[in-house]
């Protein structure tokens, strides 16, 4: 029998709640809130969530679930909706309680109105890897947990219970990761592409040239060039890639600029499957950390 075919509540009971997480952002979000959860997750931190293989396993995670986080904003237009077909499962259909785009929970940043052919890789709906906003997130956690709460009611009261507690400590966790980074405000970066977008505005860091020179489209040998006579008079404190991204790029610009004067940061742009970014919190706080490992000496 189809998820979709039971009744909400009667289809989680608890033990049995089935989630399929399409980032392990929002994976990691549901087991904080729903430790007893069973969460698959569609995609890791070394792929990038625009592009994956909608493979037989995750069709079958996706129609055995009864709720399905996603950050929604076109992020996962290329797969989730062949995902969906493909699982037919009612349950987690767009406009259905099993179906939570944790972007219709925030305000997102560069939205636009309207994408041209040539734009490159841009949402319209606005940026979407909001999640490296703290802020952001704490909303979405809210919402999650009422939506837990509408899922299985017979746990309502649990839901409400850990989000509180996780509230607390993410509050207490945020105005950390607040203080330790305060030297890094006004500092400038280079990033490739807009995935540290939220994190930038955040710490009051100024992202002063992409290594892409469209969205999505990789670094090109013209517009490296075009980025270092940009950055050579007043060079960055690093340059920036995620995990899944390409590293010679970087590589290449720090060498022009002098690699003993300008940091080269891989860093994760989700939580990871395990080490130092293996559950939110430590996974903002490994961001901090390196960050604030490429300023001088003080």
Not at 58 to 65: D, G, H, M, S
């Amino acid at each position: 029998m189809l998820a979709a075919a039971l009744p909400l509540g009667a289809a989680a009971q608890g033990q049995g709640l089935q989630v399929f997480a399409c980032e392990p952002e929002w994976a990691a979000l549901v087991k904080a809130l729903a430790p007893q959860a069973q969460v698959t997750a569609a995609t890791h931190a070394r792929q990038d969530a625009h592009h994956i293989e909608a493979r037989p396993a995750l069709i079958a995670a996706l129609r055995r679930a009864h709720l399905a986080v996603c950050t929604g904003a076109s992020l996962e237009v290329g797969w989730l909706p062949m995902l969906q077909a493909r699982a037919g499962n009612a349950a987690v259909r767009d406009g259905q309680p099993g179906m939570f785009y944790a972007a219709q929970q925030v305000e997102l940043i560069d939205r636009r109105a309207s994408v041209g052919f040539n734009d490159g890789d841009v949402h319209p709906e606005g940026n979407p890897h909001f999640h490296l906003d703290p802020a952001r997130l704490a909303q979405v956690a809210r919402a999650l947990s009422q939506r837990l709460a509408q899922i299985d009611p017979p746990q309502a009261a649990a839901y409400a219970a850990r989000h509180t507690a996780w509230q607390a400590d993410w509050a207490r966790g945020t105005a950390q990761w607040q203080q330790r980074a305060a030297p890094l405000k006004g500092q400038r970066v280079v990033g490739q592409h807009n995935t540290f977008a939220y994190l930038w505005h955040w710490l009051g860091v100024q992202q002063i040239a992409d290594l892409e020179p469209k969205p999505g489209t990789p670094p090109t040998p013209s517009h490296l060039q075009s980025v270092l006579a940009q950055v050579r008079q007043a060079p960055p404190i690093a340059i920036t890639h995620a995990l899944y991204q390409d590293a010679q790029p970087a590589q290449w610009l720090a060498r022009q600029l002098g690699e003993d004067k300008v940091a080269v940061l891989a860093l994760p742009s989700t939580v990871t499957d395990d080490g130092p970014s293996a559950d939110l919190a430590s996974w903002m706080d490994a961001l901090v950390t390196q960050l604030l490992k490429t300023l001088p000496a003080r």
